[in-house]
Nanobody
Framework: QLQLVESGGGLVQPGGSLTLSCAAS????????IGWIRQAPGKERKVVSC????????RAPDSLKGRFPISRDNAKKTVYLLMTSLTAEDTAVYYC??????????????????????WGQGTQVTVSS
């Protein structure tokens, strides 16, 4: 089982950037796909970016493509989310979550929040002037 801890959230001005980190503990980190999921008050959870266990595949919804690049360092058991050109609509709690993939699916990561089994506690991101 994997434990996940997010960090890096905070207050940022519109147009600014922020980098979130997701640090994992436990065995087999390189066998897990990781997703970043956000939830704004009164809204459903939404995956904003994901990365496969191998790190070679990244995905994002069309509405966010290019703004939130994701990367991972398996040696450090950490996944990063660089958030750019932030607007008030990006204000939310951001979670990282993990899904264990079989070896034959190591190039896959999902854009559905229901696909993830292990979740961190979340970090608040507020975009405001």
């Amino acid at each position: 089982q994997l434990q996940l801890v997010e960090s890096g959230g905070g207050l940022v001005q519109p147009g600014g950037s922020l980098t979130l980190s997701c640090a994992a503990s436990g065995f087999g980190f390189d066998g897990y796909a990781i997703g970043w999921i956000r939830q704004a008050p009164g809204k459903e959870r939404k995956v904003v970016s994901c990365i496969s266990s191998s790190g070679t595949t990244t995905r994002a919804p069309d509405s966010l493509k290019g703004r939130f690049p994701i990367s991972r360092d398996n040696a450090k058991k950490t996944v990063y989310l660089l958030m750019t050109s932030l607007t008030a609509e990006d204000t939310a709690v951001y979670y990282c979550a993990a899904r264990q993939n079989a070896v034959e699916h190591r190039e896959y990561c999902g854009l559905g929040s229901w696909e993830y089994d292990y979740w961190g506690q979340g970090t608040q991101v507020t975009v405001s002037s």
